[in-house]
């Protein structure tokens, strides 16, 4: 009970069956009131059947979902709650901007001073009053999805469900929208669900991160808890880049990847002798020299040029047959004057997370 009251969404066993396809499983979730919360995860791992879902727009075949302490689980759309934006857009071609922003509020049978106030406040805050006259096919794709969002917020939906709102833009203009979302569901306070399958996206827009495989719940956690301490072998992969390597455990505080030793300095679930998957983050490996206990020598096989860094690839005769990525600042990497075929001593900042082999 205390979920339903203290959280403005709950998402209790939510289950979506396709005939023998199981599209969803078992999915629980609490959002509470203002909350952004990004549904992140690979094409077909069932992230817009979750938010169709949460619209009435494809229901569910088993679970409730409640909004502001209502079971909407079998209402359509048109008795819940929510502005939705879609990757497409969705506009009507044949109406204005302003027209397409009205729609709602007209079929609500709004009086029209208040439909003319109302449209005038969100393209101002969506920075479009100069477009009011404009049709969609003389918009520029941020500026129709701009539209497409003031449209979403003109009844003062209480949830914004965002379905890859910025897939089809390109890099500068996505960057440019990351922003201006954000800041704008700040200013509003709505409580708002993005489905992506961009991982940048969701660091950077989201206050929780649902990361979602096969319908399954990966996990649920704050951006950093995300990348920072991933609970699986596959969020460690989805998210960011991440180095994996066959090790064993050795003891409780000790790792071994092929000849090398890497400290463990938590507690780990494993026993001596386990096989495991070692993963560390290239940011996590620093270039050091070799009066560094803890550093170990590696040579340079390939350099990749990523604007303020470098990515540089790695082999290391403790460890044949594998290489490794580490991250370096550009300025780091003029410093050391590195280039391909080069020895280097490298050490790891933190210890290995490890998962099952």
Do not use: W
Not at 340 to 357: D, F, K, M, T
């Amino acid at each position: 009970m205390s979920d339903k009251q203290n959280n403005y969404l709950v998402i209790e066993d939510l289950s979506k069956r396709f005939g023998d396809f199981v599209a969803l499983k078992d999915v629980n979730l609490n959002i509470v009131e203002g909350e952004f919360v990004c549904f992140l995860g690979p094409s077909g791992c069932g992230k817009t059947t979750l938010l169709r879902a949460i619209a009435g727009l494809d229901l569910q075949s088993s679970g409730r979902i409640f909004q502001a302490g209502k079971d909407v689980s079998v209402l359509p759309p048109a008795e819940r709650d929510f502005g939705i934006v879609f990757q497409s857009y969705a506009l009507f071609p044949n109406l204005t901007v302003e027209k397409n922003v009205a729609y709602g509020l007209e079929n609500r049978k709004t009086p029209k001073d208040q439909i003319k106030e109302r449209v005038a406040e969100l393209l101002e805050l969506v920075g479009l009053s100069d477009k009011t006259q404009s049709y969609p096919s003389n918009l520029s794709g941020g500026q129709q999805q701009r539209v497409a969002l003031a449209r979403a917020l003109a009844t003062s939906p209480s949830l914004l469900l965002l379905d890859e709102p910025l897939s089809a833009l390109d890099a500068k203009v996505r960057a440019f929208l990351r922003h201006e979302i954000k800041q704008l569901q700040r200013k509003l306070g709505v409580t708002t669900v993005m489905v992506t399958h961009d991982q940048e996206e969701a660091l950077t827009m989201a206050d929780r991160i649902v990361v979602i495989k096969d319908g399954y719940v990966e996990q649920i956690g704050t951006p950093n808890e995300i990348y920072q301490q991933p609970q699986t072998k596959f969020v460690a992969d989805f998210i960011g880049t991440m180095n994996f390597f066959k090790a064993q455990v050795i003891e409780n505080d000790g790792v071994k990847i092929d000849e090398l030793i890497f400290k463990l300095e938590t507690d780990s679930e494993y026993f001596k002798g386990d096989q495991v998957i070692a993963a560390i983050r290239p940011e996590e490996f620093i270039i050091t020299d070799a009066s560094n206990k803890s550093a170990f020598e590696t040579r340079i096989e390939e350099i990749e040029f990523l604007g303020n860094f470098v990515r540089v690839l790695l082999s290391c005769d403790q460890m044949p047959g594998q290489t490794f990525v580490i991250s370096v600042e550009e300025r780091i990497f003029r410093l050391h004057a590195l280039e391909e075929g080069q020895v280097i001593h490298v050490n790891a900042l933190v210890s290995p997370r490890l998962y099952p082999l």
